[in-house]
DNA sequence: CATGAATGAGGCTTCATTCAT
DNA sequence: GATGAATGAAGCCTCATTCAT
């Protein structure tokens, strides 16, 4: 598939240090074959963002629903599922950056825009949910405010993945576990409200 | 000053979207004149980069020395003075896209991620020493991860700011006050704990 | 008929700016059907120059035929006959253009040249006889080049054509009728010699 | 002089069998300083044009001005100066292919259009000036379209040159004499009125 | 020191042509 | 025979960099 062999040298060499005859070289088509699929380079960059986007959604939904137990319990497993999936996710993460470089410098700034946010709101409304059954659950404080809570959260793995992508020793894992018991036992409140008394 | 000049054009036009011609006119100097300063595009993009994190890296310095009161009281000054700041960044907001790409596919690769490497540790010590200082006080839970928490932290305002970058009517101030409010929660444990008691 | 379908396109667009998938779909066929016919897209710009050709000088010799009356009014009816036919040649005419055009820069110049010189050869002899014949009955002055004149007027014809091309409002059958009387006119000679004296 | 160079190449090659290349080679400059002058290569094409009909304007312009007699020798006279130049013409006379082409295919379509509308509007001013001249000294009868026979006149110059085009035997001097004969003997009407009686 | 005209390597894109189905 | 997906050569144009003034 060229939208593949595209994001792994997008990947690589970032979007203008990449050249069309290296994609079409992986993908083993010719490069004029590119051009019957997709208009130009930027359409088939943001071929490759929707693409990554549906991929990543998908199998943050997945794990998800796959959860179960306590909505603290759910939050913590969410986060080490994610930070689990770093390995996977690392060799591509550098495509973040050229996405939202797009979304300042392309041409097609406003519909990297829009597709980000769409993205962003999806994932904190998963985050969101949780929170607000955990309130309703009596598990959390009343008073939290759940999309804030979400919204930060979402930003907070987003940047720990960029911090472990800065520094090889950086540890993920602990690091996310350590903060999300310090988070989760701010949602819960004193004596901590372990879901039922 | 052609590095604020050239600052401002990678800001709007992206590394490869700027021209020289640009940052010349702009600098109010001759394309050439700009050789004499700087090997390459390249090398000024990363003197950009150097003089962007020195700017910010001062005015984070001087706004935690301003602080005062516990250390729950400056963590969450800290953070309602960075979220305040976002007018100002905002422009250059998108300087960060093009440095993290740079540290992916720039030829100085090494030297980007060395220098975030580093601006992101200086951040996260200054963060983390706050929060020492409150365990030190008594006011935290004594069990906290102050480097974790602090890794986090820093990276959550950091994803604050880019999802604010997404979405003009995004609350920065209220997300990141309510959001603080339950991590310093957390930290304080159950029946707060405010600082002696 | 593929013929017809690429002489509109090429008309329109001119060769090069003619891409054979264009052809292709306004003749209904395949692009690789095309080339079942043709060997290249020169080959068949050629062809196409040939069938314009020959239902150019078919329509021509067909309506000579039918004139009748003494030499001069047979003249004044063949321009008459001609000009009349613009709104019919008008769209095709920019084919002549690319013809033209053909003959110099074409691989194929040679053959481009040759057709053109007997085209020209053709109506000129047809010109050059009705000359010839009024002379014979002594209906034009006998000093006279028939060969010369009629070169002359058959470049004329086609460069009024030209000039109709550029200016909408240009007035071909005023025009050529106005020119074609001071023409017969010094045909005749003085008094006039309209035919038999 | 790059559009003496591009000129040249033009001619010889057609628009678009050109390669900036070989203009580059030609005006021994690199490949990108034309671009320093010319936007586009269609834009060079068009300045060769307006530098192609300024040229030609001035040396017509020169040569009437040049002329003396009456009006029946200066028309001739012309006519005979502008076959004359046909030597120097010659080489470049493919570019007339090109520009009509360009009218009709070329983006530039319009301005490309207006020029020749101009240009062939000044060259028919000069010669119905000529005319209207002839009959105001009762050289030419009265009842003649000055305008209409000029437009045909200029054509049939340019028409003859298409024929010596197309064929090198094309006897140009002698074939105009004998046409201008004619045509001036039309323009005099019977008796000849050469000038005063 | 400053300049900006000149340069040419390099990249995106087009499109005539082929050939397996 | 007909087709149209695949191809890759080729060309326009950009722009970082140089260097004579």
Redesign the interface.
Known sequence: MIIEAAARVF???????TVMAEIADLAGVGKGTIYEYFDSKEELFFSVFEWFSRELGASVTVSVAALGGSASERLMALSSSLMRSWDEIRDMF?LF??F??A????QMRERF?NA??EA?GEFRGIVSSLIREGMARGEF?PH??P???A??????W???F??A???DS?DLT??????M???????Q????GRGEP
Chains 1, 2, 3, 4 share one sequence.
Request: without cysteine; glycine residues 12%.
């Open positions: 990947a690589q060499k970032g979007f203008s240090g550098s950056f050229e939202w470089a979304s300042q410098s392309s825009k980000f946010r962003y404080l939290v405010d999309e804030a809570v919204a930060a959260l979402v930003g907070t987003d940047a720990l960029l911090q992508w800065f520094e950086f602990a690091t996310a576990r350590n903060f018991t310090v988070l989760i036992q701010g949602l409140g004193s004596g901590g």
